[in-house]
């Protein structure tokens, strides 16, 4: 399943990878492992719009609409967990969007109180990201233009399952 510039996808079928391509945009890759469901989404500027069709550039926009994906599917937010992928500097000394866009996932991440168990950020190369969204793994390798210059395959470490209390109740 290939995740596009400004969408998003949510799946609980453990045979689902989900895949994009980045340069300086960022891609956060959210799981709960309890209710075995997780998503991604490929954001292409920080922060937000005033609305309309341009709203699904932003990262607040994709971000609420992939967490709120993941609530309709059983997932909890204090269980969430999350890896970002991204953020490259992919045009020399012209903008570094891939920064901001970088910062942005991170401290979204931060004040929504989501924790972030891996990332990949900055540099001056593209990725291709892999993401199995139940078992939370996921797979980068860097690329130049349009070809795999090396495959980092570099596995970014899943944590534990956290224990749930049984009477939790979560209201949002």
């Known amino acids: 399943m290939h995740v596009i ?7 609980n079928q453990h045979d689902v990878v989900m895949t994009t ?11 709960d492992p309890v209710a075995g469901v997780g998503g991604m989404n490929h954001f292409l500027l920080p922060g937000s719009a005033t609305g309309g069709a341009e709203a699904t550039r932003y990262g607040v926009h994709l971000m609420e609409l992939l967490i709120n994906a993941l609530l309709k599917q059983g997932a909890r937010k204090n269980r969430m967990e999350a890896k970002i992928f991204g953020g490259a500097q992919t045009m020399t000394k ?14 979204f991440l931060s004040d929504e109180g989501i924790s972030l168990i891996g990332s990949s950020l900055g540099g001056n190369f593209g990725r291709k990201v892999e993401f199995w969204p139940v078992s939370g793994r996921a797979r980068q390798s860097a690329l ?9 395959e570099r596995e970014v470490p899943v944590a ?3 224990p749930v209390p049984v009477d939790d109740v979560e209201f949002f």
């Not at 510039?5 to 799946?11: L, Y």
């Not at 570094?96 to 942005?104: D, H, K, L, P, T």
């Open 94 to 107: 012209i903008s570094n969007v891939g920064r901001q866009n970088g910062q942005f996932a991170q401290q």
């Open 5 to 11: 510039q400004g969408r998003f996808e949510v799946s």
């Open 21 to 31: 391509i980045l340069g300086s945009c960022v891609a956060a890759c959210l799981r």
């Open 160 to 162: 534990p399952p956290k």
């Open 144 to 152: 130049n233009g349009a070809e795999t210059v090396r495959a980092v």
